[in-house]
């Protein structure tokens, strides 16, 4: 407990604190899920003095999952998790109005975010909470002096889970963790829905382009370029996807869309969105065939999935034209426009998921740092599902915050589906 108090923070300014109350207050209208299992966690106070450590994106529905940990308990310190993606008003508001150590400014460089990581782990960690693995990846290279004390940790997104993944393979990953992302209740809501609908906002903000008659290039059509593509499609837009999964570019086909290598695509595209969580997705051969005004944005987790060196070196230089929108002037005059500087665009320029879609997430996280402090000891060391329980939980109580009931098998259909002898 003293740990907690005696750190210090670092938001940018904390007479924003107001403003980033009224809005985290908004967005716990939209988190009926975590409502209810805060409301369970107040009274059993499951996580009653663990140690919790958060690189989260720090938004309105993080505060309301670093809230919900707190009234169950935990002892909760946040940090960003990206250097774009920190709501000002919300980092004030976690220190000032509710009292939870946080270290995040919107626009961070590089040496600040990572002594933002490390002083969130002076807080000696039981248990990690990360959206892309940069928290587990500091304490296993730089403090792994707390490894002793962790009991596990939980991974938000896709790319974290791939980190996650290949550390077990190697043998370095020294406490469970739990891939939140791989929830049903996560990836069908959370990278479909939410990521489909807010990275076409960021976009738009961005740029107040009409999308209606474009042609938007999708790279991957995994859980978030499908989302994206049926979304850009409901705007209007002429969706084209680029795939390098044969099974993954088949579905897109026979969802109706048209499918081709990046090559072809590079010329034809206005808007391009890469979300692969791979790298140089979008390089140079592309920059050198895109039409003038070609639009690219990331929102994969990483901002390498657009080249962004190979375009400086084609360039003639740069300006801002908008906010989040960069203007390159490449060598033959052409111009392209790169925003958000390739980091996550649905969090650059808009406001990540809505709460909605993060309720989903952040049950799963809450009722999986439950499971950890429960369980943690006895797990192995590698990434965990979500048991299906907390899964079916999450369902469970969305389907009734919206009013709407399911079915139960009869015990005549249990018996029906569980035994290899009926049905004939
Ligand atoms: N913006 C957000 O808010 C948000 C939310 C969730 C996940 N993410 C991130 O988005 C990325 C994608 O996540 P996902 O859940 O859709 O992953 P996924 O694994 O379901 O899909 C990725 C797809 O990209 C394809 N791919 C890989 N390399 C490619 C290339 N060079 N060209 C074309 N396609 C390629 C893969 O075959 C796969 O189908 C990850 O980095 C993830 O962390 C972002």
């Known amino acids: ?43 059993e106070r499951p996580l009653e003095g663990v140690r919790i450590s958060a690189c989260l994106h720090v938004t309105t529905e993080t505060a309301n999952l670093a809230i919900t940990l707190r ?39 590089h040496d600040t975010y990572y002594s933002h990581i490390l002083a969130a782990l002076e807080h000696n960690p039981q248990v990690t909470m990360d959206d892309g693995a940069d928290l587990v990846t500091t304490i296993l290279t730089k403090q792994a002096a707390l490894i002793p004390g962790i009991i596990g940790g939980t991974e938000e997104t896709t790319t974290g889970v791939i ?6 393979k190697d043998g370095v990953l020294k406490f469970p963790v739990v891939a939140i992302n791989d929830a049903d209740t996560k990836h069908l809501l959370d990278n ?27 790279a991957g059509y995994g859980w978030c370029g499908r989302g994206v ?44 969105i890469t979300l692969t969580g791979d790298k140089a997705v979008l390089r140079e051969e592309h920059f050198k065939s895109m039409k ?3 639009v690219i944005a990331n929102s994969g987790h990483f901002n390498v999935e657009i080249d962004i060196p190979a375009l400086e070196g084609l360039s003639l230089g740069k300006r ?40 989903m997430s952040f049950a799963n996280q809450s009722l999986s740092v439950e499971y950890i402090v429960k369980n943690g000891k006895t797990l192995e060391h590698k990434v965990h599902p979500v048991p299906a329980e907390i899964d079916q939980t999450v369902a469970r109580l969305k389907l009734e915050s919206m009013g709407m009931g399911i079915d139960t098998l009869t015990q005549e259909q249990e018996t029906y589906l569980n035994s290899w002898s009926e049905g004939t």
């Open 229 to 272: 593509a049926m979304r850009a499609r409901g705007l209007g837009a002429d969706v084209i996807v680029t795939e390098v999964s044969p099974t993954r570019a088949l579905e897109a086909v026979m969802d109706g869309f048209r499918v081709m290598p990046m090559a072809d695509a590079a010329k034809i595209g206005d808007i391009f």
């Open 320 to 359: 801002q034209t908008r906010d989040s929108v960069e203007e390159y002037t490449l060598r033959d005059g052409r111009r392209v426009y790169l925003l958000g500087e390739g980091r996550l665009i649905n969090l650059a320029a808009a406001e990540g998921h809505p709460a909605a879609v993060m309720d």
């Open 71 to 109: 009234d169950g308990g935990a002892k909760v310190v946040v940090c960003a998790s990206n250097p774009l993606s920190t709501q000002d008003d919300v980092a004030a508001s976690l220190v000032q109005d509710y009292h939870i150590p946080t270290f995040a400014i919107k626009g961070e460089d």
């Open 163 to 168: 980190r996650l993944r290949s550390m077990a």
């Open 192 to 218: 479909r829905y939410g990521t489909g609908q807010s990275t076409l906002d960021g976009i738009i903000r961005a740029t107040n382009l009409l999308i209606a008659g474009l042609h938007v290039v999708v």
């Open 1 to 43: 407990m003293a740990t907690t108090e005696r750190l210090a923070c670092d938001v940018k300014d904390p007479g924003l604190a107001s403003k980033g109350k009224t809005r985290i207050e908004w967005a716990e209208q939209w988190m009926p899920v975590l409502r209810l299992i805060r409301k369970r966690f107040e009274k």
């Open 292 to 294: 003038s005004g070609a």
